[in-house]
């Protein structure tokens, strides 16, 4: 029996909220809400299939994430796990603590309910099969199939304890990083810096006199040097942090904030070679943006036209609870590109 809850939202769409979602539902409404929102048809049942997504263009990229701490009710958590294969599902219990467990679970969930969404319905999250590339990076693996030619998505997925994102493009690779402003450091920042990152990274960082900005500058960096090797497919083992720098080109739009560090969205990330025996190349478009305020995110997509390099990636931000509610956001201003 169907038992749902029909809401007319602000932005004249109907909603459907199952009556266990009703409470949570009405607490959102009393704060503004972005739109415009994709909804889906949910019943006490939760349906397992996720809200079809058309399929993105050659550039374009699309960016999904979930706040861990928005995703409490147990049926739901239930229903995640019910979609995982057999060793997704052994890998997680192996893991100690409930934090880290619901976490990784969101990941897979995420990453098989928003790859669903390309197919139009045809692969459902729960029948998604991977692999991974020599160096441990996932792949999807679609099944054969003589009626139907599955489109050739990348993804990539990164996770703070706070926000799990998945970054989904069409033919070409993406490498996504996601950290908290605000991380702590398990080591003294300048010897962090020392440690993992070039000499003219290490000159850049030690030449901002304000620590605040300083520490804000080291993350941005560290985010951004992730998702290009995450891109490369490669890892930090295969691609080290210390054999290429990012390096912010200042453009005609872009300011100084008196300490030595550039921020506008003007201002152009470009990748620098210095281990010669990895092969490092600058056709590669990046993004940094902030997600709800507290985390940086940073996009890293393979071009290999590069026409213009000052275009930035096009991208589109959803905000989901898988199986409950997906809402398009704002794209936010661009920090670098």
């Given at each position: 029996?169907?038992?749902?809850?029909?809401?007319?939202?602000?932005?004249?769409?109907?909603?459907?909220?199952?009556?266990?979602?009703?409470?949570?539902?009405?607490?959102?409404?009393?704060?503004?809400?972005?739109?415009?929102?994709?909804?889906?048809?949910?019943?006490?049942?939760?349906?397992?299939?996720?809200?079809?997504?058309?399929?993105?263009?050659?550039?374009?990229?699309?960016?999904?994430?979930?706040?861990?701490?928005?995703?409490?009710?147990?049926?739901?958590?239930?229903?995640?796990?019910?979609?995982?294969?057999?060793?997704?599902?052994?890998?997680?219990?192996?893991?100690k603590?409930?934090?880290?467990?619901?976490?990784?679970?969101?990941?897979?969930?995420?990453?098989?309910?928003?790859?669903?969404?390309?197919?139009?319905?045809?692969?459902a999250?729960?029948?998604?099969?991977?692999?991974?590339?020599?160096?441990?990076?996932?792949?999807?693996?679609?099944?054969?199939?003589?009626?139907?030619?599955?489109?050739?998505?990348h993804?990539?997925?990164?996770?703070?304890?706070?926000?799990?994102?998945c970054?989904?493009?069409?033919?070409?690779?993406?490498g996504?990083?996601?950290?908290?402003?605000?991380?702590?450091?398990?080591?003294?920042?300048?010897?962090?810096?020392?440690?993992?990152?070039?000499?003219?990274?290490?000159?850049?960082?030690?030449?901002?006199?304000?620590?605040?900005?300083?520490?804000?500058?080291?993350?941005?960096?560290?985010?951004?040097?992730?998702?290009?090797?995450?891109?490369?497919?490669?890892?930090?083992?295969?691609?080290?942090?210390?054999?290429?720098?990012?390096?912010?080109?200042?453009?005609?739009?872009?300011?100084?904030?008196g300490?030595?560090?550039?921020?506008?969205?003007?201002?152009?990330?470009?990748?620098?070679?210095?281990?010669?025996?990895?092969?490092?190349?600058?056709?590669?478009?990046?993004?940094?943006?902030?997600?709800?305020?507290?985390?940086?995110?940073?996009?890293?997509?393979?071009?290999?036209?590069?026409?213009?390099?000052?275009?930035?990636?096009?991208?589109?931000?959803?905000?989901?609870?898988?199986?409950?509610?997906?809402?398009?956001?704002?794209?936010?201003?661009?920090?670098?590109?």
């Amino acid at each position: 029996m169907k038992i749902t809850l029909h809401v007319t939202c602000s932005s004249g769409m109907i909603k459907f909220v199952p009556r266990c979602y009703m409470l949570s539902f009405l607490c959102k409404r009393s704060c503004p809400m972005p739109i415009p929102r994709l909804t889906s048809k949910l019943f006490s049942s939760l349906s397992s299939h996720s809200v079809p997504i058309a399929l993105l263009s050659h550039r374009e990229t699309h960016f999904w994430y979930i706040l861990p701490d928005e995703v409490k009710d147990q049926a739901l958590l239930n229903q995640y796990r019910e979609i995982l294969s057999p060793c997704e599902r052994e890998n997680i219990l192996s893991m100690k603590g409930n934090d880290l467990q619901k976490g990784a679970l969101l990941a897979r969930a995420l990453v098989r309910t928003t790859l669903s969404r390309y197919t139009n319905s045809h692969v459902a999250p729960k029948s998604l099969m991977f692999r991974k590339n020599q160096y441990g990076k996932p792949e999807v693996e679609w099944q054969p199939d003589e009626n139907w030619n599955p489109p050739s998505l990348h993804f990539n997925i990164s996770h703070s304890s706070s926000l799990i994102a998945c970054g989904v493009t069409l033919d070409v690779p993406i490498g996504i990083d996601v950290e908290e402003k605000q991380r702590t450091l398990k080591s003294n920042l300048l010897s962090f810096t020392r440690r993992y990152f070039s000499s003219d990274e290490v000159e850049y960082i030690c030449a901002i006199s304000d620590p605040e900005i300083q520490k804000q500058e080291l993350n941005k960096l560290w985010t951004l040097k992730e998702a290009y090797v995450k891109a490369l497919g490669r890892g930090i083992a295969a691609a080290p942090f210390k054999g290429f720098n990012i390096k912010f080109i200042a453009t005609s739009n872009s300011k100084e904030q008196g300490s030595g560090a550039f921020v506008s969205k003007a201002s152009h990330v470009v990748v620098e070679a210095i281990d010669a025996s990895i092969h490092h190349t600058n056709n590669w478009r990046f993004a940094l943006f902030e997600v709800v305020g507290s985390h940086y995110a940073a996009i890293c997509v393979k071009d290999s036209k590069m026409e213009d390099e000052a275009t930035p990636i096009k991208l589109k931000v959803w905000k989901t609870i898988p199986f409950v509610e997906d809402v398009r956001v704002s794209v936010p201003q661009f920090l670098c590109i």
